[in-house]
Nanobody, 118 residues
Framework: QVQLVESGGGTVQAGGSLRLSCEAS????????MAWYRQAPGKQREWVAL???????TYADSVKGRFTISRDNAKNTVYLQMNSLKPEDTGVYYC????????????WGQGTQVTVSS
């Protein structure tokens, strides 16, 4: 069973930065699709960014230009650099991963809290 462990969450003032990390427990096969989702209080979980092992990355419009997703394929690790944070970025951030892109994920992390104060 693959486990994803997120780290790097915390509390920051608006305009600040945080860097999230998500490391998979397995290095024996490639998790070709790794993504970040978030869930704000009282709202549904939403997709934030996605990175494929081949280098393609995409972002939700709400974070484009402020967040950067990157990955270390050898370590099955994905990062999310978050700059110019806004209070509406507050939520629990989840890492998701799978071997192929199919619109859903077999593996999810437990989440890390990000709080942006105004």
């Amino acid at each position: 069973q693959v486990q994803l462990v997120e780290s790097g969450g915390g509390t920051v003032q608006a305009g600040g930065s945080l860097r999230l990390s998500c490391e998979a427990s397995t290095k024996s096969f490639s998790l070709n699709v790794m993504a970040w989702y978030r869930q704000a209080p009282g709202k549904q979980r939403e997709w934030v960014a996605l990175a494929l092992s081949g280098g393609v990355s995409t972002y939700a419009d709400s974070v484009k230009g402020r967040f950067t997703i990157s990955r270390d394929n050898a370590k099955n690790t994905v990062y999310l650099q978050m700059n110019s944070l806004k209070p509406e970025d507050t939520g629990v951030y989840y890492c998701a991963a799978d071997t192929v892109f199919r619109g859903k994920y077999n593996y999810w992390g437990q989440g890390t809290q990000v709080t942006v104060s105004s």
